[in-house]
């Protein structure tokens, strides 16, 4: 069975926080991947939502004196807004208060249900809300829960179980022959170490919680906040138990999530469909974390970093381009307002901006803007030749692999060798010796290397890369270009339009 549409999905969002700064990073990402695969010619399908049931949810609401619908209701839209602020372009935004999506929760249970895989049990334990699960006595420090340092509550009832244990042999050993790909390698390694130590059975249900999804064959439960979440993937294209409808979609190709939540999306998601007999996703990548002066971000400690205000101060290009070219997707980073501003006046404003600048102004002042597709070149015109195709090849190689820093070194060798470019050949000499046919083979290069920049950048970068396509005065959008036709030489003639700078510096 094959999906013929990529399909990318972000952890849904809790809605007893807001986003920030390292949610965004995850929908970034995620934008990044739907517009370089769309780029590749591809059909693609990109899901994000909201997480919006549980006790912290309900205690959260209840804090405000709203009722948890009301409580989730502004949430929701303060993502959604935050999105589209962004310029994040999802095809399906997923709530787990749908309608549509607690059928689906319902069915998938009751799948699981008719095929033995859950059964009723007694539960006493030590219950996290801030994690919304259980901690045994060895996680706690001081007695404390490490992460949320509160201490937890002992609960007891009487809850349904997923047997979980049944599928550790399979799961190992799809993780072993790399059927199911974890990346980056050391993340697979550390969930098939803890695999190893065996796996046990999980609760699912919860009685005394009201705000959630009830079970659909015992109404008196709800289903376990995790349970009903990671459904989600299901419920967003459509899944409502008839395989056929959805499978255009899923498997997904790519699944994007954080290193906290690992264990739910590399083991118990995996494990709930093979119990539903469903396919798994193609992969999943687990990327680090953001930390402010290296802690961990939150509202406690007054350390959020609002993304809307950052882009609304340096543009949301800049902040794409600095979260991908700074940090190593996978490991963690320590943001800093120096490091964007480092990048933007050097990498952008320096190199790219005045690359784009100085090549129009020059193809105008020379030419009156109209460049012409000259067929013989030095050997120095055919190494910016070669440069380009490299630089292309080694980008394909790195976007495949989700190494965006990689990628964006890659484009950047041929910024760097466009702007030395400018220097060996100097126009401006070439202009003043009235030598005309080697100077329109020298603009038609820089043009043509800037083309090729535009497309390589568009799924980072969108709003640049159009911008420096209609400066070149090239036809149509960059986005409906195809990086696989890509090759030198394709531009036959053009006629650029200056425009603003790209970027502005700061200060
Ligand atoms: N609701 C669950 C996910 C359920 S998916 C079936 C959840 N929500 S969350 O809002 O807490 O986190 C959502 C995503 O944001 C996770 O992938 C998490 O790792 C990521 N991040 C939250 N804080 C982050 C940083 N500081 N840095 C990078 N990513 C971070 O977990």
Not at 60 to 87: H, M, R, S
Not at 124 to 136: F, N, P, Q, R
Not at 177 to 201: A, M, Q, Y
Request: charged share 25%.
């Amino acid at each position: 069975m094959s999906n013929q549409c990529y399909y990318v999905t972000t952890p849904i969002y809790y809605v007893n926080a807001e986003p920030h700064i390292g949610h965004t990073y995850t929908t970034v990402v995620a934008d990044i991947l739907k517009k370089y695969h769309q780029i590749k010619g591809e059909k693609t399908f990109f899901l994000t939502g909201t997480d919006e049931h549980g006790l912290k949810i309900e205690q959260a609401a209840q804090k405000t004196n709203k009722t948890p619908k009301e409580f989730c209701d502004e949430i929701a839209a303060k993502y959604k807004d935050v999105w589209q602020k962004l310029g994040l372009d999802y095809d399906g935004f997923i709530r787990t208060t749908d309608l549509q999506h607690e059928e689906c929760v319902k069915i998938v249970l009751q799948k699981l249900y008719d095929k033995g895989y859950i059964y009723k049990n007694k539960y006493e334990g030590l219950y996290c809300v801030g994690c919304e699960k259980y901690l045994t006595v060895d996680d706690l420090v001081d007695g404390l829960c490490p992460d949320h340092k509160t201490k937890p509550e002992l609960l007891a009832e009487e809850n349904y179980f997923f047997k979980l244990s049944a599928f550790q042999e399979k799961l190992l050993k799809l993780l072993e022959s790399g059927e199911l790909t974890i990346l980056p390698d050391f993340r697979r390694n550390e969930v098939l170490g803890k695999l190893k130590l065996g796996l046990e059975d999980i609760s699912i249900s919860r009685s005394q919680l009201k705000w959630g999804v009830k079970l659909p064959f015992d109404e008196t439960q709800v289903a376990y906040v995790w349970v009903d979440a990671l459904i989600n993937y299901l419920s967003g294209i459509g899944f409502n138990g008839d395989e056929k409808l959805f499978n255009e979609i899923w498997p997904a190709d790519m699944q994007i999530l954080g290193k906290d939540i690992l264990w739910f999306h590399c083991i118990i998601w995996p494990a709930m469909l093979l119990a539903v007999e469903l396919p798994l996703p193609k992969a999943l990548f687990v990327h680090g974390f953001f930390t402010v002066n290296n802690q961990k971000i939150s509202k406690t400690l007054g350390n959020v970093v609002d993304p809307v205000s950052l882009s609304e101060e340096f543009g949301t290009d800049v902040i794409r381009y600095f979260m991908l070219r700074e940090a190593t997707f996978g490991l963690d980073y320590d943001f800093s307002i120096e490091a964007i501003k480092r990048r933007l006046n050097t990498d952008l404003a320096n190199d790219l901006g005045n690359l784009l600048n100085r090549s129009v102004s020059m193809a105008n002042k020379y030419f009156e803007g109209k460049i012409v597709k000259k067929e013989d070149g030095e050997l120095l015109d055919k190494e910016i030749a070669l440069q380009a195709k490299e630089v292309k090849k080694e980008y394909i190689e790195f976007m495949d692999k989700l190494a965006f820093r990689q990628a964006l070194e890659s484009i950047w060798k041929l910024v760097v060798r466009l702007n030395r470019y400018v220097e060996e050949t100097a126009p401006w000499k070439l202009s003043k010796e009235g030598n005309t046919e080697r100077l329109a083979i020298v603009m038609y290069n820089l043009i043509e290397g800037l083309r090729h920049i535009a497309i390589l950048i568009y799924p980072i970068m969108p709003q640049t890369a159009q911008n420096i396509w209609a400066q070149l005065g090239l036809k149509d959008e960059v986005k409906n270009q195809n990086l696989n036709n890509l090759t030198w030489g394709q531009l036959e003639e053009t006629t650029v339009a200056k425009g603003d700078p790209l970027f502005k510096k700061s200060e």
